[in-house]
């Protein structure tokens, strides 16, 4: 059968929008979206073919976490940190793990945040101790996306030897001594299963290591960085497109009783300057966003500037883009049944995800005034 992308995305989008408020008010995993999306092709979609996936390269993958989040963000940021956990597998995994990815058996996530270095997820604490064949993992991780739901965590640690940075590890979820202090209960985005990973004596094969021992950081900055951040700006730009639709949906349906039946609250200048305003952040988003592709895919030398700026200006419109939808839909906003408090909510979690948006700004800043990042 010939893989059509946006006729998957299509069913996989659906499947999202049929069971988004329930995954929201119970606060549970999208299992059904996921389902959908492994049966559909998916979750194979950036494995290469001759591991049986599709192939696809990062654009193809942001523009189905786009089209998703504007259906349910929490779908959006599970499928974000499997594609951003299957770029390291790709690059240094297994022949057996790419060839589960692509049978849809494998469903990837990052364990990177832990609680000794915050939002620093490049400067892990928790250790890795060599032992035989084996390696002995110990960490506190904070916050791991899909932390009981998926397959394996892609998890960083301090290398077995030597003062480098980092390391990498294919960690199951199952093994012994892995802890998973769920449920997730937060304000947004509240079915994505985030929740603290604690290792004990955690023994993984030494075969586990994605990429040479202290190679980490060269890893999570040049293949996972790309790939997070413009998935994670996809989900925040497809909250910002759906809240534009729904309040311009609100406006042109909501009357007053009292006047002219015709007279709607898309007549009031003030309801139209507010839409407007909406529309524009969201297209000058969008338009960075694709500019960014452009110049990954060329390999330019402003890419990972660009990448840096991308995921500030996402997060940043959908939050202001939210702000608006709530004034523009007032009272009813606060309805859960308009869709709009919902991805108020979600649309936060962009501002606080490692790299922060203020973190992003000292970077950027950093870079065009001439300082090092680190």
Same mark, same amino acid.
Not at 13 to 25: Q, Y
Not at 216 to 227: C, D, E, K, S, Y
Not at 245 to 272: C, F, V, W
């Given at each position: 059968?010939?893989?059509?992308?946006? !006729? *998957?995305?299509a069913?996989v989008? &659906?499947?999202?929008r049929e069971?988004a408020?329930?995954v929201? %008010?119970?606060?549970?995993?999208?299992?059904?979206t996921i389902d *959908?999306?492994? &049966?559909?092709? =998916?979750l194979a =979609?950036?494995t290469?073919?001759?591991h049986?996936g599709?192939?696809?390269?990062l654009?193809?993958?942001a523009?189905v976490?786009?089209?998703i989040?504007?259906?349910?963000?929490?779908s959006?940021?599970v499928?974000?940190?499997?594609?951003a956990g @299957?770029?390291?597998?790709?690059? $240094?995994?297994?022949?057996e793990?790419r060839?589960d990815?692509?049978?849809?058996?494998?469903l990837?996530?990052?364990a990177?945040?832990?609680? /000794?270095?915050?939002?620093h $997820?490049?400067a892990p604490?928790s250790?890795?101790t060599a032992n /035989?064949d084996?390696?002995e993992?110990? *960490?506190? !991780?904070?916050?791991?996306?899909?932390a009981?739901?998926?397959?394996a965590?892609?998890?960083?640690?301090?290398?077995t *030897?030597?003062e480098?940075?980092s390391? +990498?590890w294919?960690?199951p979820?199952?093994a012994a001594?892995?802890?998973?202090d769920?449920?997730?209960?937060?304000?947004g985005?509240?079915g @994505?299963?985030s929740?603290p990973?604690?290792?004990? /004596? %955690?023994?993984?094969?030494?075969a @586990?290591?994605?990429?040479?021992?202290g190679a980490g950081f060269?890893i999570?900055?040049?293949?996972?960085?790309p790939?997070f951040?413009m998935?994670i700006?996809?989900?925040s730009l497809g909250?910002? &497109?759906?809240l534009?639709?729904?309040s311009? &949906?609100?406006a042109s349906?909501?009357?007053?009783?009292?006047?002219? !039946?015709? @007279?709607a609250?898309?007549?009031?200048p003030?309801?139209?300057a507010? =839409?407007?305003?909406?529309?524009?952040? #969201?297209s000058?988003?969008?338009?960075l966003?694709?500019?960014? $592709?452009?110049?990954?895919e060329?390999g330019?030398e402003d890419a990972?500037?660009? #990448? +840096?700026?991308?995921?500030?200006?996402?997060a940043?419109t959908?939050?202001e883009v939210?702000?608006?939808?709530?004034? #523009?839909?007032g009272g009813m906003a606060f309805r !859960?049944? #308009?869709? %709009?408090?919902?991805?108020?909510?979600d649309?936060r979690?962009?501002l606080?995800?490692?790299p922060?948006?203020d973190q992003?700004y000292?970077?950027?800043g950093?870079a065009?005034t001439g =300082?090092p990042l680190?």
């Amino acid at each position: 059968m010939t893989f059509e992308l946006e !006729k *998957a995305t299509a069913v996989v989008a &659906e499947t999202a929008r049929e069971h988004a408020v329930e995954v929201d %008010v119970a606060g549970s995993f999208p299992q059904a979206t996921i389902d *959908a999306a492994r &049966e559909q092709g =998916l979750l194979a =979609l950036t494995t290469d073919t001759a591991h049986g996936g599709h192939g696809r390269g990062l654009r193809d993958a942001a523009t189905v976490i786009e089209r998703i989040a504007r259906e349910c963000g929490s779908s959006a940021m599970v499928l974000t940190m499997h594609y951003a956990g @299957n770029a390291v597998i790709e690059a $240094f995994g297994s022949d057996e793990v790419r060839k589960d990815v692509a049978a849809g058996k494998h469903l990837s996530t990052l364990a990177f945040s832990e609680s /000794g270095s915050r939002s620093h $997820f490049w400067a892990p604490v928790s250790t890795a101790t060599a032992n /035989g064949d084996k390696v002995e993992l110990d *960490a506190s !991780k904070s916050w791991v996306t899909s932390a009981s739901k998926a397959t394996a965590y892609v998890w960083s640690s301090k290398p077995t *030897a030597g003062e480098e940075a980092s390391s +990498l590890w294919l960690v199951p979820r199952e093994a012994a001594g892995l802890t998973v202090d769920g449920p997730f209960d937060g304000l947004g985005l509240r079915g @994505n299963d985030s929740a603290p990973v604690t290792a004990k /004596g %955690v023994e993984i094969p030494s075969a @586990n290591r994605l990429g040479d021992d202290g190679a980490g950081f060269g890893i999570m900055m040049q293949t996972v960085l790309p790939t997070f951040s413009m998935c994670i700006a996809a989900g925040s730009l497809g909250l910002a &497109e759906s809240l534009v639709q729904k309040s311009a &949906e609100h406006a042109s349906g909501m009357t007053y009783a009292h006047m002219d !039946k015709d @007279n709607a609250l898309r007549d009031l200048p003030t309801i139209r300057a507010y =839409l407007a305003r909406m529309r524009i952040q #969201v297209s000058m988003a969008k338009a960075l966003w694709q500019a960014t $592709f452009d110049a990954i895919e060329q390999g330019r030398e402003d890419a990972p500037l660009k #990448v +840096l700026e991308t995921k500030a200006a996402a997060a940043d419109t959908a939050s202001e883009v939210a702000d608006i939808a709530m004034r #523009v839909c007032g009272g009813m906003a606060f309805r !859960k049944e #308009v869709g %709009v408090e919902r991805m108020f909510r979600d649309t936060r979690a962009a501002l606080v995800m490692a790299p922060t948006s203020d973190q992003l700004y000292d970077f950027i800043g950093k870079a065009i005034t001439g =300082l090092p990042l680190f």
